[in-house]
C-alpha cells in the first residue's frame, strides 16, 4: 500500500524537526556493553552521537552533550572551519625581504644591510626549501649580506608561543610536541642520521652544521627492533660555550639499526641561524652579520617569495597523520583571518573564529573550550554532539569531498589502518582517530548496514582509556552491521525516526 507525498514544505519541517535537540539516552547496544565490561570502563566514561546526514532519521546518542576531552578528533574541529573561512586554497608563504640597498661588490652584488626571512605560517620550509629560497636569491646575483639576517615570526602573537610554556610530556622532542611559529625552519627539527656500528652509534646531522656537536657515546647498544629505537630513547641535554653547542644523547639504540628522526634538540633560532650560515656559505655567499630575531622594516621590499602548497592538500597529511603541529599552525591561520578589531593574541582570535563559524551554523558553542586546535592538551573540550553537528554542517557545505579526503579510511590508511579490518566498515568508514593518555576518541561518517550516512562521533574519558578502543571499534561495528537508529541502539529524538 502506498501513501502520497506529504508537500516539500511539511517535510522540510519534519525532517528539521527530526534533527532539532539532543538525543533521549538510551541503552547501550549490547556488542559495547560487553566490550566496555571486558576493557573494565563504565559506561559513564563514554560519549556518542549520531545524526543521519541523507536520509530521515533521529538523533541516536548517549551523553551526548557532555563536554569531553577530544584528543585528536579536535582536529576535526580546526579542519572543518578552515575550510569553510579560509577555503582549501589558503596557502602558507615564506619570503626573504629587506629595505637595504643593492650595491656591486667585487664578485657578485652586496646587500648592504640586513635580509628579512619572514614567515606566513607554511608548514613544509624543509632544509630543501630553505636551501631553494637562498639559491633563488644568490641567483639573482647577491654574493654578500653585510647586515643581520632578522628572523620575523610576527605574523602571530605572540611570536614565540613555546617560550615559558612548561613541556605537555617527557618527551618535548618528539615532533608532535613542536609548538609551532609563523616561521617553523626545518619544522623546528634537527635532522639527524643514527648509526649502531660495532663500537656504539655514530649520531651526525644532515646537512652537517658548523659548530654543533652531537655526542652518542651516551647512548648504549641494545637488542631491539629497529622501529622501536624511540622506546628506548631518553632526554637529550644541550650545552653551548661560545660558538660551540654540544648535544648529548642519552639512552639506549638498537644493535644494527640505522635511523633518521628529525627532533626538537635546539632552540629555534639557533637551528635557524646555524643552518642558514651553512646553506648560504654552501652557496658561495657571504654574511657578516648575525642571525637573530626582529622584524622587516616598513617598505622592506621582497625579494625571494615561496608559497606553500593549497591547505586542502595538506589536510589529507594533517588529518591522517594527526599531525600536531601542522594543525596548531593552522589554527592560528584562523586567528589572523579573524575580524579586525578581535581582541587579544592570535589563538584567542581564532577561538573567536570557531565560535562565530558555530553559531551561523546554529550549533551551541557551550561545550567547546579550544585551546590549540589539535587536541594535544588537557583544557581543550567539546561533545560528541557537536562534533557530529559540525560533520553534519561540513557535509552539507561546498567542502564536503575536501574533507573526507583528508579522514583516515578505516583498514585502509592512517591512524585507522590497522583497525576494523573484518568489519563492514572497512574501505567505507572516514574516521578521525583522537589519543591521549585518558582519552580515545572516533568522529566522522560512516554507513550503515542499509548503506545510509551518518556523521558519528564517540569518545571515551577516563585514566585507562588506552584500552577502549575496542569499544569504539564495536560501536562502529555495529552500527555498519545494522544502523545506529536500530532498535538495540537508537536515541529518538523529539519526533521519533522521521518516516
Given at each position: 500500500?502506498?501513501f ?10 519534519l ?6 535537540g539532543p ?10 556493553q560487553?566490550a566496555?565490561?571486558?576493557a573494565?570502563?563504565p559506561a559513564s566514561?563514554?560519549?556518542y552521537?549520531a545524526?543521519?546526514l541523507?536520509h530521515w ?5 548517549f551523553q551526548?552533550t557532555r563536554p ?9 574541529v580546526?579542519?572543518i ?6 577555503g582549501p ?9 629587506s ?11 652586496v646587500?648592504d644591510g640586513?635580509l628579512v626571512l619572514r ?6 620550509l624543509?632544509?630543501p ?12 646575483g647577491?654574493?654578500e649580506?653585510?647586515g643581520d639576517?632578522l ?10 608561543a613555546d617560550?615559558?610554556?612548561?613541556p ?5 622532542e618528539?615532533p608532535?610536541n613542536?609548538i609551532?611559529?609563523a616561521?617553523n625552519?626545518?619544522?623546528?627539527l634537527?635532522?639527524?642520521k643514527?648509526q649502531?656500528?660495532?663500537?656504539g652509534?655514530?649520531?651526525t646531522?644532515?646537512?652537517a ?6 655526542d ?9 627492533r629497529c622501529?622501536?629505537?624511540?622506546e628506548h630513547w631518553?632526554?637529550a641535554t ?15 639504540f ?5 635511523a633518521r ?12 641561524e646555524?643552518?642558514l ?7 658561495g655567499?657571504r654574511?657578516t ?7 622587516a622594516?616598513?617598505?622592506?621590499a621582497?625579494l625571494?617569495?615561496?608559497?606553500g602548497r593549497?591547505w586542502?592538500e595538506l ?9 600536531n ?14 575580524p ?10 581564532a577561538?573567536?573564529?570557531l565560535r ?7 550549533i551551541d ?19 560528541a ?6 560533520l ?7 567542502h564536503?569531498h ?8 578505516v583498514g585502509v ?22 589519543t591521549l593518555?585518558n582519552?580515545?576518541?572516533?568522529a566522522g ?5 542499509e548503506?545510509r ?5 564517540m ?5 585507562a582509556?588506552?584500552?577502549g ?8 561495528d ?5 544502523a545506529?537508529?536500530?532498535p538495540s541502539?537508537?536515541?529518538v529524538?523529539?519526533?521519533g525516526d522521521?518516516?
Amino acid at each position: 500500500m502506498s501513501f502520497p507525498r506529504p508537500p516539500l514544505f511539511l517535510m522540510a519541517l519534519l525532517l528539521a524537526a527530526a534533527f532539532a535537540g539532543p538525543a533521549r539516552a538510551q541503552p547501550l547496544p549490547e556488542p559495547v556493553q560487553r566490550a566496555l565490561q571486558a576493557a573494565g570502563l563504565p559506561a559513564s566514561s563514554l560519549a556518542y552521537a549520531a545524526l543521519p546526514l541523507d536520509h530521515w532519521g533521529g538523533r541516536v546518542g548517549f551523553q551526548a552533550t557532555r563536554p569531553m576531552q577530544p584528543g585528536s578528533t579536535m582536529k576535526l574541529v580546526t579542519s572543518i572551519v578552515a575550510l569553510d573561512v579560509l577555503g582549501p586554497n589558503h596557502r602558507g608563504f615564506t619570503e626573504l625581504v629587506s629595505a637595504a640597498p643593492r650595491r656591486p661588490g667585487p664578485d657578485g652584488e652586496v646587500l648592504d644591510g640586513d635580509l628579512v626571512l619572514r614567515g606566513g605560517g607554511e608548514v613544509e620550509l624543509g632544509v630543501p626549501q630553505l636551501w631553494a629560497l637562498l639559491m633563488e636569491l644568490r641567483d639573482s646575483g647577491v654574493r654578500e649580506i653585510r647586515g643581520d639576517v632578522l628572523l620575523d615570526r610576527n605574523r602571530y602573537s605572540p611570536p614565540r608561543a613555546d617560550i615559558g610554556l612548561p613541556p605537555f610530556d617527557s618527551a618535548p622532542e618528539f615532533p608532535y610536541n613542536v609548538i609551532p611559529d609563523a616561521l617553523n625552519v626545518a619544522g623546528s627539527l634537527l635532522p639527524l642520521k643514527l648509526q649502531a656500528t660495532a663500537d656504539g652509534v655514530v649520531a651526525t646531522t644532515v646537512p652537517a652544521l658548523d659548530g654543533l656537536v652531537i655526542d652518542a657515546r651516551g647512548l648504549r647498544l641494545v637488542d631491539a627492533r629497529c622501529a622501536d629505537w624511540s622506546e628506548h630513547w631518553q632526554p637529550a641535554t644541550t650545552a653551548r660555550r661560545g660558538d660551540i653547542t654540544t648535544v648529548t644523547l642519552n639512552g639506549a639504540f638498537p644493535r644494527g639499526c640505522t635511523a633518521r628522526p628529525a627532533l626538537q634538540l635546539l632552540d629555534r633560532d639557533e637551528l635557524a641561524e646555524r643552518l642558514l650560515r651553512t646553506l648560504w656559505q654552501g652557496l658561495g655567499g657571504r654574511l657578516t652579520g648575525r642571525v637573530r630575531e626582529g622584524m622587516a622594516p616598513a617598505g622592506a621590499a621582497v625579494l625571494v617569495r615561496r608559497q606553500g602548497r593549497p591547505w586542502g592538500e595538506l589536510l589529507r597529511h594533517l588529518n591522517k597523520a594527526s599531525d600536531n603541529a601542522w594543525t596548531r599552525v593552522l589554527f592560528h591561520e584562523l586567528g589572523v583571518a579573524a575580524p579586525a578589531g578581535t581582541p587579544g593574541p592570535t589563538a584567542a582570535r581564532a577561538d573567536q573564529v570557531l565560535r562565530d563559524w558555530l553559531r551561523r551554523q546554529g550549533i551551541d558553542d557551550t561545550p567547546l573550550v579550544s585551546d590549540n586546535g589539535s587536541g594535544l592538551s588537557r583544557r581543550e573540550r567539546v561533545s560528541a554532539q557537536l562534533l557530529a553537528e559540525m560533520l553534519r554542517a561540513a557535509w552539507r557545505g561546498p567542502h564536503r569531498h575536501d574533507l573526507l579526503a583528508t579522514l583516515p579510511t578505516v583498514g585502509v590508511d592512517g591512524t585507522m589502518r590497522l583497525r576494523l579490518r573484518d568489519s563492514p566498515a572497512t574501505g567505507w568508514a572516514r574516521l578521525k582517530t583522537g589519543t591521549l593518555r585518558n582519552v580515545v576518541g572516533l568522529a566522522g561518517v560512516m554507513r550503515d548496514g542499509e548503506g545510509r550516512e551518518w556523521a558519528v562521533a564517540m569518545l571515551i574519558n577516563d585514566e585507562a582509556a588506552a584500552r577502549g578502543r575496542p569499544v569504539l571499534d564495536a560501536l562502529v561495528d555495529h552500527w555498519a552491521r545494522t544502523a545506529p537508529d536500530a532498535p538495540s541502539s537508537r536515541g529518538v529524538g523529539p519526533l521519533g525516526d522521521g518516516p
